[in-house]
Every structure is written in structure tokens, then in C-alpha cells.
């Protein structure tokens, strides 16, 4: 059977999305196992810190607390509504298309370029920016709820309110945050493969290199070992200080 190039699309699509799945996957097991080798980590984190100091004078931080979030849902607010208006346009498109790639655009791809999968190709993308937009919202439910929790004063009033509760609720909007924005990034190659698969296989290979960069925490942890290390080294000059003392 003689090489023809909708072969590309049956290889480099699918390998491109394993390897981007791959990636995904070794991040998620780093931030589960190793979170202060990874920002996720780091920056949930950071978040544990933040909610416990804003929760020890709630009256006082109160304010604080409501503007910090508030920042977050405008974020999610902005990202949402571009995935929603990505997506409408994605369907016009869609419906509006029926000889498959335009022959202006043929000439510059070399792959499948029939009816079904220039459809496919914009149903992946418009399954992608619906999901960023579901991910966005959810964080913004969550930042809500996370906002009143937080402008509640902590006493005899409200004896099931804690900070590791009140961190439940702003790590799952942070994870839909993050959720939303990988929506995005994943886009990206999708948007590429309509010029082929050549260059969606290219871009999936240069983007796992520029998240590996951006997701990775290296000066983070090599500052959190040698905090480590002083803690320990203090400790152990505390020991030696109660032995030696009478």
C-alpha cells in the first residue's frame, strides 16, 4: 500500500496527545507525592499559610481576604468568557462549513484535508474550550463560597469553621483554575492541527518543554532543603544545649 499523507494524522495527532496525557500525568503525580518540587505545590502551599494567617484575625483581614479572592474570580470571570465566545465561534464555523479545508488552505497542509476531519478538527477544539469554560466556572463557584467563609469571624458562632476547612474550598477553585488554563495551553497544538500534523505534533513537543519550565519549582526547593537544614541543625543545637546543660 503506497504512503499517503492522511497517515500523519493517524500517527502524530495521536502521539502528540499521548505524549502532552504523559506529561500531565508525571505532574500530577509530582504535585501529589512532591509538591514543593512543582509551583502547583508550592503555591498551595503558600495558600495554607495565607488562609491560616487570614483566619487568626478574621474582623481585622476580613477585607483582605474578600479582595484577594475577589482578583481570582475577575480572572476566571475574564477566562470564561473567552472560552464561551472561543466556542461560539467554533460552532459557526462548524456549521457553516461543508466542502471540508478551503482550497486556499489545502495547499499548505500536508495531511487529511476531507469533510470529516476538518469537522473533527474543529470538534476538538470546541470540546476544548468548553471544557476550560465548565473548569472556570466551577473556580468561580468555589472563590464565592471560599470569599464568605473567610469574612466570617472565627468563635463560638461558628464552631465547624477551621482553616483546613476553608483551604478545601480555595484549593479546588485553584485546581479548576489551573484545570481551565491547561484547556487553554491544550488549544494551542488543536489550533495548530488545522495546518496539518506536522505542526501540531511540533507545537504539543515545544509546549511540554516550556510547562516542564513553567511547572517545575527548582529554586524553590533547593531554598526549601536549606530551610530544612537550619531547622534541623537548630534542633539539633537545642538537643545538644538541654544535654549539656545541668
Known amino acids: 500500500m503506497a504512503w499517503e499523507s492522511r497517515f500523519l494524522d493517524m500517527v502524530l495527532v495521536p502521539l502528540g ?7 500531565h500525568a508525571y505532574l500530577w503525580y509530582m504535585v501529589k507525592f512532591n509538591p514543593e518540587k512543582t509551583v502547583i505545590g508550592v503555591n498551595h502551599l503558600n495558600r495554607q499559610s495565607w488562609v491560616r494567617n487570614i483566619m487568626s484575625d478574621s474582623e481585622k483581614n476580613g477585607v483582605l481576604a474578600v479582595q484577594t479572592l475577589r482578583n481570582s474570580i475577575m480572572a476566571s470571570t475574564l477566562l ?30 500536508y495531511g487529511e484535508t476531507g469533510n470529516i476531519t476538518s469537522t473533527l478538527k474543529y470538534l476538538c477544539l470546541l470540546l476544548c474550550f468548553l471544557f476550560s469554560f465548565v473548569c472556570h466556572v466551577q473556580s468561580i463557584r468555589y ?3 471560599a470569599s464568605f467563609l473567610l469574612s466570617i469571624p472565627v468563635g463560638d458562632n461558628s464552631p465547624g469553621l477551621t482553616p483546613e476547612y476553608v483551604n478545601e474550598f480555595i484549593f479546588r477553585s485553584q485546581n479548576f483554575f489551573t484545570l481551565g488554563l491547561r484547556g487553554y495551553y491544550f488549544s494551542f497544538p488543536l489550533l495548530l492541527w488545522i495546518f496539518g500534523p506536522i505542526p501540531m505534533f511540533v507545537c504539543s513537543i515545544v ?40
Open 207 to 246: 509546549m511540554i518543554f516550556l510547562l516542564q519550565s513553567l511547572d517545575m519549582a527548582k529554586e524553590f526547593n533547593v531554598t526549601f532543603k536549606i530551610v530544612q537544614k537550619k531547622e534541623a541543625r537548630n534542633e539539633n543545637d537545642t538537643e545538644l544545649h538541654q544535654i549539656l546543660t545541668p
Open 17 to 23: 496527545i499521548l505524549l502532552l496525557a504523559v506529561y
Open 143 to 145: 472563590a464565592s463560597h
Open 80 to 109: 470564561a468568557s473567552t472560552a464561551i465566545t472561543l466556542s461560539s465561534i467554533i460552532g459557526a464555523l462548524v456549521s457553516s462549513t461543508s466542502g471540508g479545508t478551503s482550497r486556499t488552505l489545502t495547499h499548505f497542509v
